[in-house]
C-alpha cells in the first residue's frame, strides 16, 4: 500500500535534505502512487556504519514506510578501489578481505533502521566484477576528464600538485552503473557524492533507463565538529552500547543540538523548537535520549540516562569501570594506550597537558606525561573515560 500524504511527502523532500534533483518530478511521482526503487550503496570501509551514514538511513526509513521497495547495496568491490569525493587526499586501495570483514555485520546495522524483511540486498561486485573492458569504455565515454577535475576538492589538489589516480576517476562510473543495474528510481547520498549521484543519471540514460532522481542529504558534524569520519574517531556508532552512546552525544557541541536532532532522530519537528527552548544540558540529554531509544530501546535510553546522571553529573565512578593490572613503575601513557582509553601518545600527551587526565578518587590532574604508576589508582579521562589499574 503506498502512502501519497502530501503534508508528509513534503518532510520527506526537506527534513535533514539539502537538494532533490528534480524536486518538482519527485514529488509528482510520490503523489502518484506508484511503487518507487530507492537505492542507497554503502562502502564497508569501516566495521562500524555512524549516525552520520544513518542520516541517509532514517530517510530509508521514511521511503519504506510509505511504501516504497528500499534497494541496499554493499559496495564489496567500490569499496576495494576508494571513494575519495570528500577527501584532501587520495584514499588507499583496501584490501579485499579487510573489506569482506568489514561487510559482514552491516545488514545487522541496518536492520536497527530499516525493516529488513522488505528491503532488496545487494553485493554491488554481482554486477560489477563482471563488466569488460569495453563496457567500462563505453560508459567512460559518457563523461569528460574536464567533469572530473572540474570537482572542488579534485581541483585543489591538482592546483597543489597533490596526485590525483586514474582509479579515482573510475569510482563514479562504478557507483553509476550500480543504477544501471537495480533499475534505480531515487538514489540517496550526501551533498559530497553529487557527482557520483549525476553520474548514475547518464549512465541510465544511455542504458535507454528513466534517469533516478536524487535526494542529496546533510553532511553531520561529527562530535569535535569536523564532518563526522570513522578516520576521525568523531562518531557516533550504531554499534556503540547505551552508555558509550548517550555520554558521546552528551559530549556534543551545543550548537550542534538543534541539527542531530532534524537530521538523527524523527522528533517531531513542531516538538523540537519546544526542546531547543529548554537549558543545553536538557536539551542535549533529551537528544542522546532519543538517539539511544532508536538504536536500543526506551529501557536502554532510561538506563543510560540514570547512569550518567550517576556518574558524570555527580562525579561518581562507575560501577562497571573496566580494570586492568599492571607492574609497578609503568608508563601511564602505555597503560592507557593498551587498555584502549586513548589513541596514540600524542592524545595522551594532550590530555595530561590539559589537566584533563586525573585520579578519580582524590581529584588529582596528572600532567606529567612522562608520569609512572607508583600504585593502584582509577583514572579519569576527560569527561568520560575511566580505567581502574591495579599493580600486580
Known amino acids: ?19 532533490v534533483i528534480p524536486k518538482d518530478e519527485l514529488k509528482r511521482e510520490l503523489l502518484s502512487g506508484r511503487q518507487l526503487r530507492v537505492k542507497l550503496g554503502i562502502d564497508p570501509t569501516s566495521p562500524h556504519i555512524h549516525i552520520g551514514r544513518a542520516v541517509q538511513l532514517l530517510k530509508l526509513r521514511d521511503f519504506q514506510k510509505l ?9 564489496d568491490t567500490t569499496g576495494v578501489i576508494g571513494d575519495t569525493s570528500d577527501k584532501t587526499s587520495e584514499r588507499p ?43 567500462i569504455g563505453e560508459q567512460a565515454d559518457c563523461f569528460s576528464v574536464a567533469d572530473f577535475i572540474a570537482r ?14 586514474l582509479r579515482e576517476v573510475i569510482y563514479p562510473l562504478m557507483q553509476g552503473y550500480d543504477s544501471v543495474a537495480i533499475k534505480a528510481d531515487v538514489e540517496l547520498g ?20 528513466k534517469p533516478q532522481s536524487i535526494m542529496m542529504t546533510t553532511l553531520m558534524e561529527g562530535l569535535d565538529g569536523r564532518k563526522m569520519s570513522s578516520s ?17 552525544v552528551m559530549s556534543l557541541h551545543d550548537a550542534l543540538v538543534e541539527r542531530y536532532f532534524v537530521t538523527s532522530t524523527r522528533v517531531p519537528l513542531s516538538e523540537i523548537e519546544g526542546i531547543m527552548e529548554l537549558h543545553p544540558r536538557d536539551a542535549k540529554m ?34 562497571d569501570v573496566k580494570t586492568v593490572t599492571a607492574a609497578r613503575g609503568a608508563s601511564l601513557a602505555d597503560v592507557l594506550l593498551e587498555a584502549e582509553i586513548v589513541a596514540s601518545k ?39 573515560r575511566f580505567l581502574k589499574v591495579e599493580i600486580s
Open 1 to 19: 500500500m503506498i502512502t501519497t500524504d502530501e503534508k508528509v511527502i513534503d518532510e520527506l523532500l526537506t527534513r535533514g535534505v539539502e537538494e
Open 67 to 75: 511504501g516504497h521497495q528500499i534497494v541496499l547495496i554493499i559496495g
Open 93 to 135: 586501495m583496501l584490501e579485499e578481505e579487510q573489506v569482506k570483514r568489514n561487510a559482514q555485520s552491516y545488514f545487522d546495522q541496518v536492520g536497527r533502521v530499516l525493516d529488513m524483511e522488505h528491503v532488496e540486498t545487494h553485493y554491488n561486485s554481482e554486477w560489477l566484477n563482471k563488466l569488460t573492458y569495453g563496457e
Open 152 to 165: 572542488e576538492n579534485i581541483r585543489r589538489r591538482l592546483d597543489e600538485g597533490t596526485r590525483v589516480s
Open 190 to 209: 550526501g551533498t559530497d557524492q553529487r557527482f557520483n549521484l549525476l553520474a548514475g543519471r547518464t549512465l541510465q540514460e544511455r542504458y535507454g533507463q
Open 232 to 248: 576521525w574517531g568523531n562518531t557516533v556508532n550504531l554499534t556503540d552500547a547505551p552508555n558509550d552512546m548517550f555520554g558521546k
Open 286 to 319: 533529551r537528544l542522546a535520549s532519543e538517539i539511544v531509544k532508536l538504536y536500543h530501546s526506551e529501557g536502554d535510553a532510561q538506563r543510560a540516562q540514570e547512569h550518567f546522571i550517576a556518574t558524570f553529573s555527580e562525579g561518581n565512578v562507575p560501577a
Open 346 to 384: 600524542t592524545e595522551f600527551r594532550r590530555l595530561a597537558e590539559d589537566g584533563a587526565i586525573t585520579d578519580a578518587e582524590s581529584g588529582e590532574r596528572l600532567t606529567n606525561p612522562a608520569a609512572l604508576l607508583e600504585g593502584p589508582v582509577t583514572l579519569k579521562v576527560g569527561k568520560r
